[in-house]
């Protein structure tokens, strides 16, 4: 039986937890229709693999080419390391799925024209344009909300949306589920996102779910964070995962991870495959959450860097080769961080103290002790707090 292509000599790992075996490969029209351990496939042409790896592609859960798949479909950087799908939307940063005026916004940032809104029309606008592997798309709740809340300054600093403007949301997160997307991403660290309530975040994983979808959630930060994921999740209820964890350097959150498995709560985490953490390139940390703060188009240049002969690169070279340029520079980023670390604990605390007073309000308007008890354990279990009550 004639093959298009033979591989021989592969070291084939399936993909099953199997160990890993040499055979060789006989592919047809894109698909592999044989594999033989102990002879070559006819083929028309042959390729020795000289005992390199043979395996399915793999997944990538959390990446953001989806920002820039409209100017760079061919994306090199995964397929070149085997990546042949890719989760996009993540952090709550979608490409679709949104109004006009947030189109209009992300139009600042753009090399080519965005012609599309919803996700049927990204997607369109992508097949067209032919991308080199394929996507798992995603809504985002950060374009949700700012588009119909607007961006911090204009209405997204807000904690709590309007009723018209939740049924809004709701409509968009409906709109982006019809349209085939998989669920909702959050990056609850991140400007507008940062300003929502556990409830309000609830809301709208209770009509994904409705539909199939799961979430991915890049975590709002600090003492609580695992609780709010965990509690998200299980009051949907919906199939969670926990974006980038960094579960390893801290013992409570992963035991708290690990009760809630045990108690029936869906969720996962993802790790990064490296040691140290990720949060964009240096250069973008430096300039671009300034230009982007002040929503210069140049910004997202500094996080999608593919050619450094670019003016742009060449005079941030020398300015960084100038000793007094860079302490300023320096100085002025890490001023930012603090601010920005002061910005979102205050944040928090406030979310945090709105809930607590919220609570305390229904405990003490309850006017029977069965609603108290009730009360009081779902206290307890919201707090992860270990405890029992008696019926007296």
């Known amino acids: ?30 698909k592999i229709a044989t594999i033989l351990r102990n002879r070559v496939p006819e083929a028309t042409h042959h390729l020795d693999v000289k005992k390199d790896v043979v395996c399915p592609g793999f997944i990538n859960p959390h ?79 950060g374009t949700i909300r700012a588009s119909i809340m607007g961006h911090e300054g204009e209405g997204g600093e807000q904690f709590h949306p309007t009723s018209q403007q939740m049924e ?46 799961v979430f991915m959630a890049h975590d709002r930060g600090g003492e609580t964070a695992m609780t709010e994921f965990i509690d998200i999740c299980q009051k949907t209820p919906i199939p969670g995962c926990l974006a980038h964890a960094t579960l390893a350097s801290d013992p409570v959150a992963l035991a708290q991870f ?30 671009g959450h300034q230009l982007m ?27 960084l080769k100038d000793p007094t340029e860079w302490q300023q520079i320096k100085a002025t980023a890490l ?14 605390d406030q979310l945090e103290q709105e809930k607590l007073s919220y609570n305390t309000w229904i405990f003490f308007s309850a006017s029977n002790s069965s609603l108290k008890r009730i009360y009081i354990e779902y206290i307890l279990s919201f707090y992860n707090i270990p405890g029992c009550l008696s019926r007296g």
Request: a positive charge.
């Open 1 to 30: 039986m004639m093959h298009d292509l033979s591989l021989q000599n592969c070291r084939i790992i399936d993909g099953t937890g199997n160990p890993w075996y040499y055979a060789n490969i006989g592919i047809r029209e894109g």
């Open 63 to 141: 990446g953001h080419l989806g920002r820039f798949l409209h100017e760079d479909p061919v994306v090199r950087q995964s397929i070149m390391q085997g990546v042949t799908l890719e989760c996009t939307g993540n952090c709550g940063m979608a490409m679709h799925t949104m109004t006009q005026d947030y189109r209009d916004y992300l139009q600042k940032f753009s090399l080519v024209s965005l012609s599309w809104l919803s996700l049927a029309e990204w997607r369109k606008a992508m097949m067209e344009t032919g991308i080199g592997l394929n996507v798992a798309p995603f809504i985002g709740f």
């Open 168 to 213: 809004e949301m709701l409509q968009l997160v409906h709109q982006g589920m019809c349209d085939g997307a998989f669920g909702l991403t959050v990056g609850l660290s991140y400007q507008v996102q940062r300003n929502a309530s556990t409830s309000e975040i609830i809301a709208l994983t209770r009509l994904v779910t409705k539909h199939g979808g």
């Open 258 to 287: 690990k009760v809630a498995r045990q108690r029936g709560v869906e969720i996962y985490f993802d790790l990064y495959p490296w040691i140290h953490g990720s949060g964009k390139n240096l250069a973008f940390w430096i300039f």
């Open 293 to 319: 703060k002040q929503r210069d188009p140049q910004a997202w240049r500094f996080w999608n860097i593919r050619d450094f002969k670019e003016s742009l690169f060449r005079k941030t070279v020398e300015m």
């Open 335 to 348: 001023a930012r961080e603090q601010q920005l670390n002061s910005e979102n604990d205050k944040r928090r």
